[in-house]
Nanobody
Framework: QVQLVESGGGLVQAGGSLRLSCAAS????????MGWYRQASGKQREVVASMFGGDRTTYADSVKGRFTISRDNTKNTVYLQMNSLKPEDTAVYYC?????WGQGTQVTVSS
């Protein structure tokens, strides 16, 4: 059974940084396609960053140059480093791996 547990969310001022973590069991990040998604209030869930085929990465245009996805295979943990945060980045952030979702972690960016 796959279990994904996100952490690292919180309240930060615009321009600040946060690092989200997603610890996985049952889904091996080194071989699976995984990603970070977010869902703002009243909006659809959208992909933020993905990692697949080894270390290939893709990013939503809105976060390119500000967010970085990475992983630690020894810990089976994936990270999302978020810099230069903007109020429009406010959302619940979800980790996804192999068709499974974590419970989400709230990120709130104040102006």
């Amino acid at each position: 059974q796959v279990q994904l547990v996100e952490s690292g969310g919180g309240l930060v001022q615009a321009g600040g940084s946060l690092r989200l973590s997603c610890a996985a069991s049952g889904c091996i990040f080194s071989v699976a396609i995984m990603g970070w998604y977010r869902q703002a209030s009243g909006k659809q869930r959208e992909v933020v960053a993905s990692m697949f085929g080894g270390d290939r990465t893709t990013y939503a245009d809105s976060v390119k140059g500000r967010f970085t996805i990475s992983r630690d295979n020894t810990k089976n943990t994936v990270y999302l480093q978020m810099n230069s945060l903007k109020p429009e980045d406010t959302a619940v952030y979800y980790c996804h791996c192999g068709g499974y979702w974590g419970q989400g972690t709230q990120v709130t960016v104040s102006s």
